[in-house]
């Protein structure tokens, strides 16, 4: 029993790392950017199916990742559009994109649902081959290298000028845009980086577990809001961006260990839904009770 539960843990952390990446994407849109942006769930399939029909073509498994991070990046271009240039309400533009995207990922992977991998190199199992790596560790540490790599990258960028007028559209549009700044451009350059990322975490997905789906994405956005959540309850929200970032990606790790020992533990993967808006509910209701807790603890003040 505990060797199980072991075992996937192993596995959970390494998936939840690639996951990760998804979950940095979404942290942009919905905490940097406070754009309730639902394409997700296209574009991870998106990436996925980008990345497969490729290698399936013959491309080089690491080459279809930069083809599938431009791939989301259009996919944030079209939300964007239709958000800041047809004034489409932001919720609805990435309804509508993630409902086209069901289409064009067919459309991408040749007309079909799905696209196997098996027996094609993909990156992980290159360095899996060369580094003569178990696929666990494989995995976790392609993970390890993109996820640093990338919250490096993001702490850069956001402390550009452009990176910092991205982050104050978020907290006060009205303000950045008196200072001069066209905050529909960095709206859509935020929703641009935000499923360029999401898409690249579904083409490593999809190498990782050997096949793409069209529905690989369904669920990505609540899998990413539950990582987000569980990252800033655990890890705090007082500390610089790069620690915030970071706490992110171990937020992901988190979650997936989560769900690995309630598997083992027994519970149904039918129920996996319910246990992750279970999770999103108890974190999200953390911080309103340590208020009211510290309210009733703290003494009251004289006069």
């Given at each position: 029993m505990l060797e199980g539960i072991y075992l996937a843990i192993q596995g959970a952390a390494s998936q939840g790392i690639i996951w990760g990446i998804m979950t940095l994407g979404v942290y942009i849109t919905f905490k940097v950017l406070d754009f309730p942006d639902l394409t997700v769930d296209g574009s991870f399939a998106l990436g996925g199916a980008v990345s497969a029909i490729l290698i399936s073509n013959g491309m080089n498994p690491f080459i279809t990742l930069f083809f599938s991070f431009l791939a989301?990046?259009?996919?944030?271009?079209?939300?964007?559009i239709l958000n800041t240039k047809l004034q489409?309400?932001?919720?609805?533009?990435g309804i509508l994109t993630m409902i086209a995207l069901?289409?064009?990922?067919?459309r991408v992977m040749g007309g079909?649902?799905?696209i196997p991998l098996l027996g094609m190199a993909t990156s992980l199992t290159i360095i899996q081959n060369i580094l003569s790596l178990s696929?666990?560790?494989?995995?976790?540490?392609v993970g390890f290298v993109f996820s640093v790599f990338i919250v490096l990258i993001m702490y850069w960028f956001f402390g550009t000028e452009m990176g910092c007028a991205i982050r104050a559209t978020g907290n006060n549009e009205k303000m950045i845009r008196a200072l001069g700044v066209d905050t529909n451009i960095m709206k859509t350059i935020g929703l641009m980086i935000s499923n360029a990322l999401v898409s690249l975490s579904?083409?490593?997905?999809?190498q990782s577990q050997g096949y793409a789906d069209v529905g690989m994405g369904t669920g990505t956005i609540v899998i990413g809001l539950a990582s987000v959540i569980i990252g800033e309850v655990i890890f705090g929200n007082r500390f610089n961006f790069l620690y915030k970032l970071s706490s992110i990606v171990m937020g992901s790790i988190?979650?997936?260990i989560i769900i690995a020992i309630v598997l083992q533990l027994g519970l149904k993967a039918t129920d996996l839904k319910l246990l992750t808006a279970i999770i999103v509910a108890i974190a999200l209701s953390v911080p309103v009770l340590n208020?009211?807790?510290?309210?009733i603890l703290s003494p009251k003040r004289k006069g």
């Open positions: 989301g990046s259009l996919a944030g271009l079209a939300t964007g489409i309400p932001g919720i609805l533009a069901y289409s064009i990922n067919i079909r649902p799905n696929k666990v560790v494989s995995d976790l540490l579904g083409a490593l997905v999809t988190i979650y997936r208020k009211k807790a510290n309210k």
